[in-house]
Structures are given as C-alpha cells and as structure tokens.
C-alpha cells in the first residue's frame, strides 16, 4: 500500500458525460500528479499540482481539469466524455525532500459507452 | 524532449532464473533519475529500483539491481531468483531534476514479465 488513495475504483458511464476523480496524497506530501494509462498512448503525463497551485501540464484535454484542495486532495473532472477518454486514471504523490519519486495510487478505471 | 525506450515487449522466465529487462532513453539533460515500476495484474503501479545519475554505483534493492551506463543511455534491470509473484508489466521510466523541474516520469511502453513455474 503506497499510502496515497483514490476513489472511485470504478466507474461506468456515457459518452457527454462529466465525472470526477478524487485523490488523497501520501500525508505530507504536497505534489500530486495525474496520469492517464490507455493501451494507445501508454502511461502520460496530464497535470501537476504543488500545495495548491497548478504546476505543470502534459497532454492533457481542454474537457479536463483538475485542482488541488487546502487539504491536499486533488480531484481531476473530465467532461463531454468521449469513448477514448476510456482509461486507467493514476494520481501519485510525491514529498518536499524528494520529489523525484512518485508514490502511485491504486488508479481509477473509467470506462465510457 | 526525453524518449524511453523499452525494445522487450514481452519476456518469460522460469522460476527461479535470472532475468534482464532493457530500457534505454535519450536526454540532453545531466541530471536525472530513473526509476522501475512494476504493474502487476492488480494494476497497482509499484516503485522497484530508482538510480540518481549522479552515482555511479548500480543501485541494488534485493533481488533487483540495475546496470546503468549513463554515456550509453542504458538502464537494465535485473532480477535474481525470479519469483511467480514478479509476473507482471515492467516500466521504465525518467526524470529530469534541477531548475524548473516539475519531475513528471516520461514512461517506456513497458515488458511483460511472465514467471513460469
């Protein structure tokens, strides 16, 4: 158990749908980092935030966001659903001293019909 | 723009042997770390091995040790002892540290390691 937690495990929904993943780092940690895992594109990049405040982006879509709460929580909000946006969603955290590695959650697997 | 590179799709192995994974990557950049994460079929991202490349001593956790050659760009894996447990998705992965880091892990597609009994 890496210490970081994602909820939900799994989720089913329809194309033009919104859901939200939510995310609680490692306590302590102050970066949180999505990551979206599909059979195409492999393990990418999507965003990053740092005690609150966005701090870098990769390919992530205009239909996504994501923020970071007070308490550390990340949730990351993906809209107008489409049948590619299907795939293993990862948040991983990372401390201060070391923010180097990356601790990963258990991922959330969205499925969109 | 850093690239990983995996050029193993899939391996087997049989209990108990020893096993090596490739990666090599390609970077401008001095310093760096590069990790191994394991995905087992739970899908859990697990971290294995992670190498400054800094230091030149291989880092060792166990029964998986790496061999880095930094002027060659390759960082391989080794696992001694292979265990049915260790069946699983191998990623190779990197990130640059220094100014204007935001540390984010470029990933290789991966090798599938299946232990045979």
């Known amino acids: 158990d890496s210490g970081v937690t994602q909820t939900p495990k799994h989720l089913i929904t329809a194309t033009g749908q919104r859901v939200t993943l939510r995310c609680s780092p490692r306590?302590?940690?102050?970066?949180v980092y999505w990551y979206q895992q599909s059979l195409d594109q492999g393990l990418q990049f999507l965003i990053q935030y740092y005690n609150g405040e966005e701090r870098a982006k990769g390919n992530i879509l205009e239909r996504f966001s994501a923020q970071q709460f007070p308490d550390l929580h990340s949730e990351l909000n993906l809209s107008s659903l489409e049948l590619g946006d299907s795939a293993l969603y990862f948040c991983?955290?990372?401390?201060?001293?070391?923010?180097?590695?990356?601790?990963f959650g258990p991922g959330t697997r969205l499925l969109v019909l | 723009a850093q690239t990983v590179t995996q050029s193993q799709p899939e391996m087997s192995v049989q209990e108990a042997e020893t096993v090596t994974l490739s990666c090599t990557y390609d970077t401008s950049e001095n310093n760096y770390y590069l990790f191994w994460y394991k995905q087992p079929p739970s899908r859990q991202m697990i971290l294995v091995i992670r190498q400054e490349a800094y230091k030149q001593q291989n880092a060792t956790e166990n029964r998986f040790s790496v061999n880095f050659q930094k002027a060659a760009k390759s960082f391989s894996l080794k696992i001694s002892d292979s265990q049915l447990g260790d069946t699983a998705m191998y990623f190779c992965a990197f990130t640059r540290l220094g100014g204007g880091s935001n540390y984010k892990l470029t990933f290789g597609k991966g090798t599938l390691l299946t232990v045979n009994p």
């Open positions: 306590s302590g940690d102050l970066s």
């Open positions: 991983a955290s990372s401390d201060r001293q070391a923010q180097e590695t990356q601790y």
